[in-house]
């Protein structure tokens, strides 16, 4: 959101709450909003050092107050807010550090060296204001001189989304270039993991195979997810089932993303053409698995690797992957051989077993053909 003023207020000892400096000084109906909410500006004590954030009058009001008790104050008191002002309905989750951030400073500034009440220092606060209106509304950071010595650097830092859940039979893939993860700092650990995320290992096998444990993994990949550079798919099997998204058609029209997939998906030595790789992928479809799929086309013929082919449709979500779930009828738990090694894998909530069959091929090693066989012939 665009910050449309910030001012400075504060408890006059004959005036009462007061705005001493305002950037930009003519915003309409301001002085009407401050004097319906001054009691929430300059507050009582059970909200200093709060962020308080009030609606009036079409804006957006959000400050922190402070107090500094010493009696060489009027009142043996200071009481003072830096308070940012915005359109009514924006979104100020962003700018709350930086509003705590700028009055804690302040406060910090005043018992140090009476930065906000000596007039010699006071005067520099309509500058330092000015300062961070231009600089918060151009690049959204702001470096403010106190003195010779000290600076006061604030800036908004994008919140990122909570990483999701990380499963044992996921499968992490990267979306960025070589280049970039190997001039990423990474720590000793991720580097550990990082040659055996090849978009095909799901993440019990990368803990296997890398030697570290299976937790520490799954944290790992929430950091490369929550930074963009792993996203996550399903493991490739040849009984999978794929249907085309609608953002299929983005491959007939962006060049970028045409270079991009007929080097992915190529064979080594092939150029395949992006009218065939296009016609693949619109090929699948729900009851055609892949290894249906490949004994229908010869793609080899077509310069197309069919596990790079799954891989890169389903890491630019041109393709999705249809899953396939049993469900247990029988009123009771007892299972009959062979699907005992199977119960000791999953967990049932009352009648019905969701259950996805790669988990099952990577938790219990069930070959899909075993496990999709038991589930064809039981009755239950």
Same mark, same amino acid.
């Given at each position: 959101?665009?910050?449309?003023?910030?001012?400075?207020?504060?408890?006059?000892?004959?005036?009462?709450? *007061?705005?001493? +400096?305002? !950037? %930009?000084?003519?915003?309409?109906?301001?002085? /009407?909003?401050?004097? &319906?909410?001054? #009691? =929430?500006?300059?507050?009582?004590?059970?909200?200093?050092?709060?962020?308080?954030?009030?609606?009036?009058?079409?804006?957006?009001?959000?400050?922190?107050?402070?107090?500094?008790?010493?009696?060489?104050?009027?009142?043996?008191?200071?009481?003072?807010?830096?308070?940012?002002?915005?359109?009514?309905?924006?979104?100020?989750?962003?700018?709350?550090?930086?509003?705590?951030?700028?009055?804690?400073?302040?406060?910090?500034?005043?018992?140090?060296?009476?930065?906000?009440?000596?007039?010699?220092?006071?005067?520099?606060?309509?500058?330092?204001?000015?300062?961070?209106?231009?600089?918060?509304?151009?690049?959204?950071?702001?470096?403010?001189?106190?003195?010779?010595?000290?600076?006061?650097?604030?800036?908004?830092?994008?919140?990122?989304?909570?990483?999701?859940? *990380?499963?044992? +039979?996921? !499968? %992490?893939?990267?979306?960025?270039?070589?280049? /970039?993860?190997?001039? &990423?700092?990474? #720590? =000793?650990?991720?580097?550990?993991?990082?040659?055996?995320?090849?978009?095909?290992?799901?993440?019990?096998?990368?803990?296997?195979?890398?030697?570290?444990?299976?937790?520490?993994?799954?944290?790992?990949?929430?950091?490369?997810?929550?930074?963009?550079?792993?996203?996550?798919?399903?493991?490739?099997?040849?009984?999978?089932?794929?249907?085309?998204?609608?953002?299929?058609?983005?491959?007939?029209?962006?060049?970028?993303?045409?270079?991009?997939?007929?080097?992915?998906?190529?064979?080594?030595?092939?150029?395949?053409?992006?009218?065939?790789?296009?016609?693949?992928?619109?090929?699948?479809?729900?009851?055609?698995?892949?290894?249906?799929?490949?004994?229908?086309?010869?793609?080899?013929?077509?310069?197309?690797?069919?596990?790079?082919?799954?891989?890169?449709?389903?890491?630019?979500?041109?393709?999705?992957?249809?899953?396939?779930?049993?469900?247990?009828?029988?009123?009771?738990?007892?299972?009959?051989?062979?699907?005992?090694?199977?119960?000791?894998?999953?967990?049932?909530?009352?009648?019905?077993?969701?259950?996805?069959?790669?988990?099952?091929?990577?938790?219990?090693?069930?070959?899909?053909?075993?496990?999709?066989?038991?589930?064809?012939?039981?009755?239950?």
């Amino acid at each position: 959101g665009v910050i449309k003023c910030i001012f400075f207020s504060e408890f006059h000892h004959i005036s009462g709450p *007061i705005i001493s +400096h305002q !950037v %930009p000084d003519d915003l309409p109906l301001l002085k /009407d909003a401050f004097d &319906a909410v001054h #009691d =929430l500006i300059i507050t009582k004590q059970a909200l200093y050092d709060r962020l308080v954030s009030v609606d009036a009058l079409g804006y957006r009001i959000v400050g922190s107050p402070r107090s500094i008790e010493n009696k060489k104050y009027p009142r043996n008191a200071f009481i003072f807010n830096f308070v940012f002002v915005f359109e009514v309905n924006t979104d100020t989750t962003l700018f709350e550090p930086v509003i705590l951030k700028l009055g804690a400073a302040f406060k910090t500034y005043e018992l140090e060296s009476s930065f906000l009440s000596q007039e010699e220092s006071r005067s520099k606060l309509q500058s330092i204001l000015c300062s961070v209106f231009k600089d918060f509304n151009r690049c959204g950071c702001c470096t403010i001189p106190i003195d010779e010595t000290k600076s006061l650097h604030l800036k908004i830092t994008p919140s990122l989304p909570d990483p999701p859940t *990380i499963q044992d +039979h996921h !499968v %992490p893939i990267f979306t960025c270039s070589q280049e /970039d993860i190997d001039s &990423a700092p990474w #720590d =000793l650990t991720i580097q550990q993991i990082l040659p055996y995320v090849n978009g095909f290992n799901h993440v019990k096998k990368i803990a296997e195979e890398s030697e570290v444990d299976n937790e520490i993994v799954k944290v790992c990949i929430q950091h490369l997810i929550l930074y963009a550079f792993v996203k996550l798919i399903t493991i490739f099997q040849y009984s999978n089932v794929y249907t085309a998204e609608p953002k299929i058609k983005l491959l007939l029209d962006d060049k970028v993303l045409q270079k991009e997939c007929i080097e992915y998906v190529a064979l080594q030595g092939s150029v395949p053409k992006i009218g065939a790789v296009f016609r693949l992928y619109c090929s699948l479809e729900a009851g055609l698995n892949v290894k249906d799929l490949c004994n229908r086309v010869d793609m080899k013929s077509e310069g197309v690797n069919e596990r790079t082919f799954i891989q890169y449709g389903l890491m630019r979500g041109l393709i999705h992957h249809l899953q396939k779930y049993p469900v247990f009828l029988r009123p009771d738990d007892s299972l009959p051989s062979p699907l005992d090694s199977i119960k000791r894998c999953v967990v049932y909530q009352g009648s019905l077993l969701n259950l996805l069959f790669v988990y099952m091929h990577c938790c219990s090693f069930i070959m899909y053909s075993c496990f999709n066989a038991y589930i064809e012939y039981d009755n239950n």
